[in-house]
């Protein structure tokens, strides 16, 4: 099934592009509102980077990430048009969060491509550059489940998360051990039919390094993934 899967989503990433097209620049203060095909799918992209999360009503939207290519294939469920618009989440490489208001429409799908706002800056020594660069290389790995270069993964028993309360859960996911500090991988979901905001400040524990969390405020029936670095005792 997994072969079929892969098979599938390498045709749509090969393929001649028969979608209708749409560029959006990223505003992680406000909400876009778009359309997408009901009837075939859909392709979301990011400009010189890539996908690391997509987040909906399962019910509504499913997904499925493309590593290979960054990209997330996007169809509607039971191939029928949305009666109420709904909203997704779409998590950059880089930490980007967007919010889409999506309706449905017949068609071609859509492909919808991404592009994160180019601000001037000054120029940078080759050691910063490299530096960003490694630091997203490394949150994109963890969040996607996998292990960061010098890093291996052992198990997590049920954890505790300091600051989610009711009606937000935290779930241990995975745990990444480096030379100098351990990363542990978190699911937070919103189970309420309101937005829950987290203090990211109180997710910090005494040993914790850094935390990272995409967004503070979770949608209803959201899940979102947050990493929790702790000095390792040497």
Same mark, same amino acid.
């Given at each position: 099934?997994?072969?079929?899967?892969?098979?599938?989503?390498?045709?749509?990433?090969?393929?001649?592009?028969?979608?209708?097209?749409?560029?959006?620049?990223?505003?992680?203060?406000?909400?876009?509102?778009?359309?997408?095909?009901?009837?075939?799918?859909?392709?979301?992209?990011?400009?010189?980077?890539?996908?690391?999360?997509?987040?909906?009503?399962?019910?509504?939207?499913?997904?499925?990430?493309?590593?290979?290519?960054?990209?997330?294939?996007?169809?509607?469920?039971k191939g029928q048009k949305?009666?109420?618009?709904?909203?997704?989440?779409?998590?950059?490489?880089?930490?980007?969060?967007?919010?889409?208001?999506?309706?449905?429409?017949?068609?071609?799908?859509?492909?919808?491509?991404?592009?994160?706002? $180019?601000?001037?800056? &000054?120029? #940078?020594?080759? *050691?910063?550059?490299?530096?960003?660069?490694? =630091?997203? !290389?490394?949150?994109?790995?963890?969040?996607?489940?996998?292990?960061?270069?010098?890093?291996?993964?052992?198990?997590?028993?049920?954890?505790?998360?300091?600051?989610?309360?009711?009606?937000?859960?935290?779930?241990?996911?995975?745990?990444?051990?480096?030379?100098?500090?351990?990363?542990?991988?978190?699911?937070?979901?919103?189970?309420?039919?309101?937005p829950a905001s987290i203090? $990211?400040?109180?997710? &910090?524990? #005494?040993?914790? *390094?850094?935390?990272?969390?995409?967004?503070? =405020?979770? !949608?209803?029936?959201?899940?979102?993934?947050?990493?929790?670095?702790?000095?390792?005792?040497?």
């Amino acid at each position: 099934m997994k072969l079929q899967l892969l098979s599938v989503l390498t045709f749509f990433a090969t393929m001649p592009c028969a979608e209708a097209l749409t560029k959006v620049e990223i505003n992680p203060k406000k909400a876009i509102e778009i359309q997408i095909s009901h009837e075939d799918v859909n392709r979301f992209s990011v400009e010189e980077g890539s996908i690391v999360d997509f987040i909906g009503d399962k019910k509504k939207i499913h997904s499925t990430l493309y590593p290979a290519t960054g990209a997330a294939f996007v169809y509607v469920s039971k191939g029928q048009k949305l009666e109420k618009p709904t909203s997704i989440s779409i998590t950059t490489g880089s930490g980007e969060i967007q919010t889409f208001i999506v309706s449905s429409r017949e068609g071609a799908g859509e492909l919808v491509v991404l592009s994160e706002k $180019k601000e001037e800056t &000054k120029e #940078e020594t080759s *050691l910063s550059t490299d530096y960003h660069s490694n =630091t997203i !290389l490394l949150l994109s790995k963890v969040l996607s489940g996998q292990a960061p270069e010098g890093y291996g993964v052992r198990g997590v028993s049920e954890m505790d998360l300091n600051g989610i309360k009711d009606p937000l859960r935290a779930q241990a996911i995975k745990a990444f051990e480096g030379p100098f500090e351990t990363l542990f991988l978190f699911k937070i979901s919103n189970r309420s039919r309101r937005p829950a905001s987290i203090d $990211k400040n109180t997710l &910090k524990r #005494e040993g914790d *390094l850094w935390v990272f969390i995409p967004k503070e =405020t979770l !949608l209803p029936g959201e899940t979102l993934s947050c990493i929790i670095a702790t000095q390792k005792e040497i």
